[in-house]
């Protein structure tokens, strides 16, 4: 009993679960249908299209925009940061200098001294080109991203305006293949009289004329051929009628001639 009420609750929540999938799916596909049934559907659908295309591109340029802010703002750090080697590059050099004039008078207090400020200035030289190093490589590379993602900002610009071109394509072409079917359907009797307009009837009624002297010519040719079958029949029958004389004739001269006798025939023989 129990295995009995889980299948029942298995099968009754499959059959909620695809009833709401297939309802799903049915608004998918009426959703569909409003734009892909007519031309003011297809123009519809592309005017959303470029809507939004429009606004992915508004955010797309947005973004790309505060990117390239963010380099700038690494291209004046590095200016800064260039600025402040140099500085230090100077200071060091100051103290090499102090330190070689100390060495050479034995000023051991000075020597000290300028050889302690000269570290601190080898370091911060150290680090600023170690900054610098850095810097120009992020700029580099985000340099290169930003190449890319405007080559894509482009080609969204580009399909952006040839939407309307594509638009008016796919519009001729749904009109085009809709007539196209309509003929077909018409050649075939396939449309109904409520679908057909007047000059539909017009050639309907001029193929039924066609139609009515074709079949109308064919009767008078089958009244000619009846006729002239009767009078081939009579020929034929004369002609059979003439060869059969002719036989008879033929046998009873091949008589008298083996007999020797000539007979006289009163009645006319039949000419030939």
């Not at 499959?14 to 734009?35: N, S, V, W």
């Not at 892909?36 to 959303?48: C, M, P, V």
């Not at 985000?142 to 399909?159: C, D, F, H, I, S």
């Not at 059969?244 to 006289?264: D, N, P, S």
């Amino acid at each position: 009993m129990s295995d009995e009420r889980i299948g029942l609750f298995e099968a009754l929540w499959r059959f909620i679960t695809f009833y709401k999938l297939r309802k799903a799916l049915g608004l998918a596909r009426a959703a569909d249908a409003q734009f892909t049934g007519s031309a003011e559907g297809i123009s519809d659908a592309y005017d959303l299209h470029h809507d939004q295309l429009v606004r992915e591109y508004k955010e797309f340029f947005q973004a790309l925009s505060e990117v390239e802010s963010a380099i700038e703002s690494k291209r004046n750090r590095l200016k800064e940061v260039q600025e402040r080697r140099k500085q230090a590059e100077k200071a060091l050099e100051g103290a090499l200098s102090v330190y070689e004039k100390a060495q050479a008078k034995a000023d051991q207090a000075t020597m000290n001294e300028s050889e302690k400020d000269g570290e601190s200035f080898r370091q911060d030289v150290n680090r600023m080109q170690a900054q610098e190093t850095e810097l120009q490589t992020d700029i580099s590379s985000q340099e290169q991203k930003v190449t890319e993602l405007e080559g894509r900002l482009t080609a969204m610009q580009r399909e952006i305006q040839n939407l309307s071109v594509e638009k008016a394509d796919a519009i001729a072409d749904f009109v085009s293949n809709k007539k196209l079917i309509e003929a077909r359907e018409r050649l075939m009797g396939l449309k109904s009289r409520i679908d057909m307009g007047p000059i539909d009837a017009v050639r309907k009624a001029n193929m039924d004329l066609a139609a009515q002297a074709r079949v109308s010519g064919r009767l008078a040719g089958a009244d000619a051929d009846q006729k002239r079958d009767k009078y081939l029949e009579a020929g034929d029958q004369s002609v059979a009628s003439s060869d059969f004389k002719k036989l008879v004739e033929a046998r009873r001269i091949q008589r008298e001639q083996a007999t020797g006798e000539t007979q006289t025939n009163t009645e006319d023989r039949p000419k030939i």
